[in-house]
């Protein structure tokens, strides 16, 4: 690939449907910007599999969105950030396309962190992989080393949402038990970050069984915040999206499946095509 830094929209990668959460809010704040969206359905969930396969997953993902002449790529995953992008920002980046850049959303949801919390006790819900890989653990230590963090995986979460079971009483009693797993693990606990794209699909039931007092954060605006400031400090890369306001849809799994549960999202109608990664 040559060292060129293309024109062309901004790559959303997420491992299904989850990272709509963090595109909607992207299309908000850069309402001209050109996105094109991939989730990996036919392979979702990620937050169960090793960290080989979610690398060499997101790598395939990554290469096929700059070949679609992608100059930046939002890994709007936390799994894939959690386990992938800093190998990718580190060893693959320099070699496959050193102009482009990979971002993740880990570092801006922990950077935000000191807006919501009073207490310093942050809950974290994530995937079992985002969990295990410690990165918000290494990112607070980094950022906020006065925090405490109490994780929890839910391993149902991600599934619920893929299958199209968020409404659902199945839904509700996989989030009340881990919401009361989290918050019994300190009673100082104030904030907790929805650590997973998926997750937000879920907010009527977190809402509804989170106790009082405690916020949630989702990452959506905060993505968005921070993609903006740093397209304002990246004037070559800000220069390279081009503008004309569309966004296009691609999965690895059934076209119309997806579109149906995007349209709903997105809020408007939404067309996809599959496509398949190598
Ligand atoms: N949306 C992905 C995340 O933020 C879901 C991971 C999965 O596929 O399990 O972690």
Not at 5 to 18: E, T
Request: net charge negative; proline share 6%; aromatic share 8%.
């Amino acid at each position: 690939m040559p060292d060129e830094l293309p024109h062309g929209p901004i790559g959303v990668f997420d491992s299904g449907y989850g990272g709509l959460t963090v595109l909607r809010d992207l299309r908000r704040a850069l309402p001209d910007a050109d996105f094109l969206y991939l989730g990996d359905n036919a392979r979702a969930p990620y937050g169960t599999r090793s960290f080989e396969l979610v690398y060499e997953f997101t790598l395939q993902a990554v290469r096929y969105l700059f070949s679609r002449g992608c100059p930046l790529v939002i890994l709007a995953c936390n799994t894939a950030s959690a386990k992938a992008l800093r190998s990718i920002q580190q060893n693959d980046l320099p070699l496959l396309a050193p102009s482009r850049r990979v971002l993740g959303v880990i570092r801006p949801t922990v950077e935000a962190l000191s807006d919501y919390t009073r207490t310093g006790a942050v809950g974290l819900f994530g995937t079992p992989g985002t969990v295990a890989s410690g990165s918000y653990d290494m990112e607070i230590a980094k950022l906020h080393p006065d925090m405490r963090l109490y994780a929890h995986a839910c391993p149902m979460w991600v599934p619920l949402v893929e299958y199209r079971e968020s409404d659902g009483d199945g839904a509700d009693y996989f989030v009340r038990r881990d919401i009361e797993a989290l918050t019994a693990m300190s009673p100082d606990i104030d904030t907790v970050i929805l650590g997973c794209t998926h997750y937000p699909l879920l907010i009527d039931k977190i809402r509804k069984y989170m106790p009082e007092g405690i916020s949630v954060v989702t990452q959506g605006e905060i993505v968005a915040h921070s993609l903006t400031d740093y397209l304002r400090r990246h004037t070559d890369i800000e220069a390279a999206i081009t503008r004309h306001g569309t966004t296009e849809y691609l999965t690895t799994e059934n076209a119309a499946k997806f579109a149906d549960m995007a349209c709903v999202f997105m809020g408007a109608p939404v067309s996809a095509k599959r496509i398949e990664l190598v």
